[in-house]
């Protein structure tokens, strides 16, 4: 069953000369610092956030070298006069006032080079972030994925419980960070280059028009990323319903994880920072339900807990959304793994944070993008995904590279990293039996998700379950309100409203 369908799933199928997944800041940030220093013409970078003191490099790497972010970007500016800079970062909401830079605005507009463009884009629907993250150079290379160059991000695949490299922009230390972004060559990143100018304008920062690149030698694969033998590969997308400009919905990620997990007949793997989405919560349910379909394994790596704030307004529906699952399963004979991974022995107690986003089936199917697994990532955020589909008869190169992204990243969360142990889970015959075991084992850092059954009866969780259709939602919170009056519901939206406000004014 073909998984990939243009214009249902996905904007279409794209040509790639070269395209691999970076693990982790460390890969990722030496890459981009690494290509950036060979543009030419324009460096175009989306995000999410932005600070502009993180490190690019870091220990041994950096030693005799200024690698923070804007001073990297000045420098090549000053190296190179024909090179244009534009940075568009979503205008975050007063929430997250606390944990960005001020003023960056100012800082990036009025003391640094003048072809150093930077843009707030508040343009979405209402209650949407911008949450897409990539960034293109020269329109040869591209990166895409979960990760934001921005503080508190860094961290290298051995995660280990101390790493002098692993400290924010004040110089504090931080905890394990577990992270993908993919790396993208050839005539892919045109679309992307398009995106990005389809957004500039849309923001207000005028039309966008970029010079043609004088050819070059072909970008190199950067160091420690995981090649994907393809020659093709999918550009899929969330956005929200938007009055001014008018832009209707897409939903394409939201259909192209439905279809994937749908056509899964061995292996379902998840790596997300969340688990929220009605969406994907009832298709599980419905794959797991289905009369004269094969067993599956799920694997889901999640964090073992969210911060505070996240904690309180989505704890309640993923705990119970997992609860369920985990019922289900057991039902239906189906094997459910919920994992975590220590970065410590578990005396310490020690997490690394799992804040990728990705979903695998079958060593056939891999997609690696900015969506979370909630309801805002599914409806109502922008959002950026890039896949793979192999044909494992005819494409047994991509299926091959599909594979070693798996057992990559099982090693890697279960400590081996660097240790040359990635085919002890190359088989998917008994893979959930090997992981339970390995997750029984005081050794492993692999370890089990436990959801909270007792959350349900605190009554500070029962209060705010409104607030998460406010936090969570999957339309634009003007079109949740009028859902409301249309089918006359009990108000749970409004009544989130209000104890949201409420909170943030005692906060």
């Not at 389809?198 to 039309?207: C, K, L, Q």
């Not at 832009?247 to 056509?263: C, G, K, N, T």
Request: proline share 5%; net charge negative.
């Amino acid at each position: 069953m073909t998984i990939l369908k243009e214009g249902v799933n996905c904007l279409g199928t794209f040509p790639t000369d070269r395209c691999s997944l970076l693990v982790d800041g460390a890969d990722y940030y030496r890459a981009f610092y690494l290509a950036a220093r060979k543009a030419r013409r324009y460096i175009l970078l989306a995000g999410w956030q932005f600070d502009t003191e993180v490190r690019l490099l870091r220990n041994s790497e950096a030693e005799g070298k200024d690698v923070q972010f804007l001073h990297v970007l000045e420098r090549l500016c000053a190296e190179t006069p024909e090179l244009e800079i534009y940075l568009l970062a979503w205008d975050f909401s007063l929430v997250f006032t606390m944990e960005r830079e001020w003023f960056q605005s100012i800082v990036f507009n009025w003391t640094t080079n003048q072809r150093i463009h930077f843009l707030f884009d508040a343009n979405h629907a209402v209650g949407a972030t911008h949450h897409q993250k990539f960034v293109v150079i020269d329109g040869e290379i591209a990166f895409l994925g979960g990760m934001d160059i921005c503080s508190a991000r860094w961290d290298d695949r051995y995660h280990r419980e101390e790493n002098p490299g692993r400290t924010d922009i004040d110089g504090n230390p931080y905890g394990s960070y577990h992270d993908v972004q993919t790396y993208l060559t050839g005539a892919v990143v045109r679309e992307l280059v398009d995106l990005f100018a389809e957004r500039w304008g849309n923001a207000g920062g005028g039309a966008l028009s970029f010079p043609a690149v004088p050819e070059a030698s072909a970008p190199e694969e950067p160091p420690g990323a995981l090649p994907m033998g393809a020659e093709r590969v999918a550009l899929s997308r969330t956005r929200a319903r938007c009055s001014v400009p008018p832009l209707e919905p897409v939903h394409e990620i939201r259909r192209l994880f439905i279809d994937a997990i749908l056509a899964a007949d061995s292996l379902i793997y998840l790596e997300n920072q969340y688990f929220s989405s009605h969406a994907i919560y009832w298709t599980l349910i419905s794959r797991m339900s289905a009369p004269g379909r094969s067993r599956l394994q799920i694997v889901m790596v999640l964090p073992e807990r969210l911060p505070f704030t996240e904690e309180l307004f989505l704890g309640v529906p993923q705990m119970k959304m997992l609860l369920a699952l985990q019922r289900i399963a057991r039902e239906t004979g189906h094997r459910l793994g919920l994992y975590s991974t220590r970065c410590s022995v578990p005396e310490e107690g020690k997490m690394t944070f799992i804040h990728s986003k990705l979903l695998l089936v079958d060593d056939r199917f891999l997609t690696v993008g900015s969506a979370n697994l909630t309801n805002r990532s599914m409806g109502l955020d922008t959002e950026l995904n890039v896949s793979w589909e192999a044909d494992p008869e005819r494409e047994p190169g991509l299926a091959a590279s599909i594979r070693q992204v798996r057992c990559s990243l099982l090693a890697e969360h279960a400590g081996w990293f660097g240790m040359g142990r990635e085919d002890e889970f190359s088989s998917l015959e008994g893979l959930w039996a090997r992981l339970e075991k390995l997750a029984d084992d005081p050794q492993c850092r692999l370890c089990r998700y436990a959801p909270e059954k007792g959350l349900e009866g605190k009554d500070l969780y029962q209060v705010l379950e409104p607030v998460t259709r406010v936090v969570d939602p999957e339309r634009p919170l003007d079109e949740e309100f009028l859902f409301e009056e249309i089918t006359r519901q009990n108000g749970a939206f409004a009544k989130g409203i209000l104890v949201l406000s409420h909170l943030i004014s005692v906060l």
